[in-house]
């Protein structure tokens, strides 16, 4: 166990290390107006991501675990099942978001366009994420990780530079589908067939863990 967590520290270390990193450079070079509306932008867009994700990816951890242990042939579904909820989910809230952003963001509603795929995106890496620590692949996450984390942290760097906060706001957009392309392009586990079953256990169990982190 120490060995796997060992792995999965190094991960969450780079990951939310990066974030931290990006948030250091807008800091530094962005005006303290600009600064706020990125801060407005970035809390508004990680409360949407929670809405969408509502639990699903932490589910999912779990049942692949448990399916990998007891029903092996039902872990190759669990990407597809879980894929749709969060389609299904990011679909309803972007949705929503176009419809009253005038109303709910007024004249801060033009930044929080820039990033709106981030409301799919960001519960799409932690489905796999989610995935691969249910398949106990902790190396491989984190040496991901610190590879997406380099790149990040320079492409933020020059976004920042050149775009000022265009640039602060799209840097983890950029971030995260980069690390979700590359968790998608190593996983070899697809099965693309609906199955109630799999259906049931992941929203069941979403459902009360999404209600804990909304409220956290």
Partial sequence: LAHSFKWRLTQILFKQGTTAVMFFIATYFLTKRDMGIYNYVSATLLLLAILTDFGI???????????????????????????????????????????????????????????????????????????????????????????????????????????????????????????LIILLSLYRGYEFKVEKKILRDIVGYAFFFGIATLGH
């Fill in 57 to 179: 990816s932490t589910s999912t951890s779990r049942y692949v675990t448990l399916y990998n242990a007891k029903s092996k042939e039902r872990v190759k579904k669990v990407f597809f099942n879980s894929s749709i909820i969060i389609f299904i989910a990011s679909v309803l809230v972007i949705s929503f978001v176009l419809l009253f952003k005038q109303n709910l963001f007024d004249r801060h509603s033009q930044y929080l366009m820039y990033a709106l795929p981030m409301v799919f995106v960001y519960p799409m890496t932690s489905l796999m994420d989610g995935i691969y620590r249910g398949l106990k692949r902790f190396k491989k996450l984190a040496i991901i990780s610190m590879v997406n984390s380099i790149v990040g942290i320079i492409v933020s760097y020059l976004l920042v530079t050149s775009l000022g906060l265009v640039g602060a706001i799209l840097s983890p957009l950029i971030f995260f589908s980069t690390y």
